[in-house]
């Protein structure tokens, strides 16, 4: 396993931009090792991202990667996937590239059913631009634009991609690496579009921001602040008020667009008799 | 007395906006320029001015925004850099078209792609047909004395024109300098009372703002926006004068730098202008008659005075930070050469592209310029039209 990682990356570019104790490198990790598992090939995955600090992940893969603008990585690999449906497209955005300017293309593209895994790593605030808060920030909380706390009400960002018309909804996160590993293989293997969220963590402008101490503290917030889905159903909103609701939240299994786009144009090459 | 501090160029035009006090500010982050809103959204937190501040979710927004409460009356600013330019551009014209004078910080960084967070002009190049007043700055004193003054110029009733002004990112926005800034009294006087024309919010006069506009009357639209930029270039200049009287710094269109009995002439923007003075310096002990124009405002073009300032020159290179991929030049050449055009035996004119990217541009480089221009002056005559500097090719 370990030399099938190397193979994935692209040593050339690294040290990576990712700052001591960020959760994106757990995500990462939890891709590239569901990737290994379902021995994909190399050459048939395509990772596409926005901008942002997630999004510079493709940079340090090797496999064909497309770093795009802020916010349209779903419309790129939307492209992609109608011209070569047979490529596994896979989208890596944050929770501002993702949720706020690309927003709009997420619910489409969950709405159209289309079959892109997309896992956004979310770690609830905008990190390369040093930590404004993002619509994923939680309420109250502290950021470089919200000095005496948010007073905007955060993205439940499942509920949105499940109400939009996705496939598969998932949230774990970072630490619970094998759970997040277990629902990117479950999104990846879906028909139809799959969304995963991974609650990560930004020690640098999030954690000390909102004085949550270091990666390890911060693990250890996410840890005591999980709740599963089946233990959330039996909990009051009270109960469940700054918990983290993890595992499979939605599962569907309506058509897929390339699949729908394909057979249009079979029924259109009957009527016109070709 | 104004006051003496050290200001990054990003923290110089938050002073200014938290001495301007706009109404409403909307923004989103992108480098270099997050920092210009971020310490502004500080100072909206800690109570220092009454603006409200809105964070939305992309510069598409943040302009349409700033469009919407200037729409409303209100004086409204935002603040961006490259892609986040180029993601407004839709509502960027619209805001000179419906003549509201937003004044937006722009902190030059090149355009996407290749993805680069460096500074070029290729942003702001890019708009320079958009119907915004742009204006160039060498250091964090200007950007911050341009700020102030593009809030008088943009509301002009003789203009109503948005205006961008501009700072080279990183190498202005991110590098700290001494400068001077003004009391806070001393602003207030100098933007006074923001008096809108036909504002959304007078509901007793009430309007419509933006609506279809067909071949029956747009040209006479378009004709007298074309009009206000025309007036503008008065209204700069008056601006300046009263600004000199406040401050002691004069700025005009351009400035002249040792450019009177010159032979040979650089037109540069931004922070390398501050690079070739130098290079001006050493050559004028030299014995090299060389001189420098630094272009401040890009629109309105001077045309008319450019060519007076730069006719008695017999060699002259324009430094572009940008390409404009025509297959000739940059875009300030072509604007330049243009208006060198019909001058009686017009010097020679060559174009060099340079820090692109951010691609660092040292004295070294500006002396090279300045030996071909040499070589052309006493030829006569160029060799070629464009180089590109410190280019591997």
Not at chain 1, 15 to 29: R, S
Not at chain 1, 209 to 231: F, H, I, S
Not at chain 1, 253 to 271: G, R, S, T, W
């Amino acid at each position: 396993m370990a030399n099938k990682f190397e193979e994935y990356l692209r040593p050339q570019f690294m040290p990576h931009i990712w700052c001591p104790g960020c959760g994106h490198g757990i995500t990462l990790n939890a891709l590239l090792r569901t990737i290994a598992k379902l021995e994909l090939d190399k050459d048939k995955v395509c990772v596409v991202s926005g901008i942002g600090c997630a999004s510079r992940a493709p940079g340090y893969l090797d496999f064909n990667t497309l770093h795009t603008t802020h916010g349209r990585a779903i419309p790129f690999a939307t492209g992609i996937k109608l011209a070569k449906p047979e490529l596994e497209v896979i989208v890596v955005t944050g929770d501002g590239d993702g949720a706020a300017i690309g927003g709009n293309h997420l619910i489409h593209a969950a709405r159209r059913n289309i079959g892109l895994t997309v896992v956004m790593f979310n770690n609830s605030i905008y990190g390369m631009t040093s930590g404004q808060y993002s619509p994923m920030t939680p309420s109250g909380k502290s950021a470089t634009t919200a000095p005496y706390g948010n007073i905007e009400r955060d993205f439940d960002v499942c509920k949105l991609v499940q109400a939009s018309g996705a496939n598969y909804v998932a949230r774990a996160t970072v630490a619970q690496p094998r759970q997040l590993s277990t629902y990117i293989e479950r999104a990846i293997n879906t028909k139809g579009f799959a969304f995963v969220e991974a609650q990560g963590m930004c020690p640098t402008y999030y954690g000390r921001r909102n004085k949550l101490g270091g990666p390890v503290e911060m693990l250890d917030v996410l840890k005591k602040n999980t709740v599963t889905v089946q233990a959330a159903a039996k909990l009051s909103p009270e109960e469940l008020k700054g918990k983290i609701i993890t595992g499979e939240l939605y599962q569907a299994n309506d058509p897929e667009y390339c699949d729908l786009y394909d057979n249009l144009i079979k029924q259109a090459q009957e009527v016109a008799g070709k | 007395m104004s006051i003496r501090v050290a200001k990054t160029g990003n923290e110089a035009v938050a002073e200014a906006m938290r001495q301007m006090r706009p109404d409403v500010v909307a923004a989103y982050p992108i480098t270099p320029q997050t920092e210009i809103v971020q310490i502004f959204s500080g100072f909206v937190a800690d109570g220092l001015v009454d603006t409200e501040m809105v964070t939305v979710e992309s510069e598409h927004s943040a302009m349409s925004a700033t469009v919407g409460a200037a729409a409303a009356g209100a004086r409204a600013m935002t603040a961006t850099s490259a892609n986040g330019l180029a993601l407004m551009w839709e509502i960027v014209y619209i805001a000179a078209s419906m003549r509201l004078p937003i004044v937006m910080p722009v902190v030059n960084r090149a355009l996407s792609g290749p993805i680069n967070i460096h500074c070029d002009h290729s942003d702001t190049m890019g708009a320079r047909d958009s119907g915004w007043i742009q204006i160039f700055s060498e250091n964090a004193q200007e950007a911050y004395d341009n700020t102030l003054q593009a809030l008088r110029i943009a509301e002009n009733p003789n203009v109503l024109l948005p205006a961008m002004v501009t700072m080279d990112g990183f190498i202005i926005s991110h590098a700290m300098e001494v400068m001077e800034i003004l009391e806070d009294e001393k602003v207030r006087e100098w933007v006074g009372e923001y008096v809108p024309e036909n504002p959304l919010l007078d509901v007793d006069n009430p309007v419509t703002i933006g609506p279809l506009d067909l071949y029956d009357w747009n040209m006479e639209h378009k004709r007298q926006q074309a009009e206000a930029m025309v007036q503008s270039k008065a209204v700069i200049l008056k601006v300046a004068e009263d600004y000199a009287k406040l401050t002691g710094r004069r700025y005009g269109l351009f400035e002249e730098y040792m450019l009177e009995d010159a032979e040979v002439a650089v037109v540069v923007l931004g922070s390398t202008a501050g690079t070739a003075k130098v290079v001006v310096n050493e050559l004028r002990k030299q014995g090299v008659k060389a001189g420098l124009l630094k272009l401040r405002v890009f629109r309105p073009f001077p045309a008319e005075e450019i060519a007076a300032a730069l006719k008695h020159v017999k060699a002259i290179a324009v430094m572009d930070r940008s390409d404009s991929f025509n297959a000739i030049s940059g875009p300030v050449f072509a604007e330049v050469r243009s208006a060198m055009y019909g001058v009686q035996s017009a010097p020679a004119i060559v174009d060099y592209i340079y820090g692109i990217g951010g691609r660092d541009v040292t004295p070294e480089h500006i002396r090279k310029v300045y030996d071909d221009l040499a070589n052309i002056a006493a030829r006569g005559k160029a060799d070629r039209i464009l180089t590109y500097l410190g280019v591997r090719e």
